[in-house]
């Protein structure tokens, strides 16, 4: 018996063996890479020689620096709590077949099968001070809103963000409703028979059928706000004007290739993994303890 386990526990580890070999090759391999990178000093890409912990010193002392992380942080407290409560109530209403309901998934979904660069395009020729939502608020009388919305620092960032919003609308809706669709009728046919109305049905049997799914799209959000804006920056605003948009991974490409300072941008990007890290273990560990409180 104790041999047929110790075989068996032998051949799952060489089942997942293959899969672990390509995680370390994808990410686990750049990951130690860029922390070496960011231990030497570099000249036109070119190393020249180690300085330790130097490139991080003068990192932490960049304004820019604080600026781009502020950034993220306005996009993810602002993206992610307005895209997932979007999602809920839509997720419902399209689950319950309400009349329209075709079209929100219409609409919703389309920027899904959309390139994210495409996407980025559509509405760089949407929101230019040249474009079909400057025009109405001209034709209507509201010029005062005409304004360079990707232009002006006042308004970049907020014109990312709603970007992102409308983009990430329906992958949440789509990981919402696939949940809904396993939860048994018969919940809430019981709760119909004990008098529950569709609110309290909401509230009290979809929404906590649906906490586990929400955590995992935070923290699918996180990681994405974190690491995958490079295409709507570099399209929409090229991270200006000034560094008013700029987000930490499109600081990590403007010090390697553009300033050509690899060790300073291999640190930044030591530093966003860090802080995705830092900010996905808070969330988790936060849930987990409010979720501990409310059993008691």
């Known amino acids: ?135 109405f608020f001209r034709a209507v009388g509201l010029d005062f809103l005409a304004v360079d919305w990707l232009g002006d620092s006042r308004f970049s960032l907020f014109s990312i963000i709603i970007s992102l919003v409308w983009k990430n609308i329906g992958f949440a809706l789509l990981l919402f409703l696939a949940r809904l669709t396993t939860i048994e009728r018969s919940i809430y046919e019981a709760a119909e028979i004990d008098g529950a109305s569709e609110f309290q049905q909401y509230i009290y049997i979809t929404i906590p059928m649906l906490k586990n799914i929400v955590k995992v799209y935070v923290v699918l959000q996180i990681i994405s ?24 991974e499109y600081f990590v490409y403007l010090n390697i290739f553009k300033l050509q300072d690899m060790g300073k941008g291999a640190a930044a990007g030591v530093l966003l993994i860090v802080i995705s890290i830092l900010m996905i273990s808070y969330y988790l560990f936060s849930t987990k303890r409010l979720e501990k409180r409310r059993n008691r």
């Open 1 to 135: 018996m104790r041999n047929s386990k110790w075989l068996d526990r032998r051949a799952s580890y060489l089942f997942i063996l293959p899969s672990l070999l390509i995680i370390i090759f994808v990410y686990v391999n750049p990951m130690v890479q860029m922390f070496t990178y960011s231990m030497f000093d570099w000249s036109y890409l070119q190393r020249t020689e180690f300085v330790g912990l130097g490139n991080y010193q003068q990192l932490l002392g960049i304004n820019h620096l604080y600026t781009t992380l502020f950034n993220n942080l306005k996009i993810i407290i602002t993206v992610v709590p307005i895209v997932t409560l979007i999602a809920l109530l839509f997720a419902q209403a399209i689950f319950l077949k309400i009349p329209g309901y075709k079209i929100y998934s219409f609409l919703f979904f389309l920027p899904v099968i959309i390139p994210d660069i495409v996407v980025a395009q559509i509405l760089t020729s949407f929101l230019n001070s040249q474009g079909p939502l400057n025009q």
């Open 225 to 248: 706000i974190m690491a995958f804006l490079f295409n709507y920056i570099y399209v929409l605003t090229d991270g200006g004007p000034g560094f008013s948009s700029t987000v930490l």
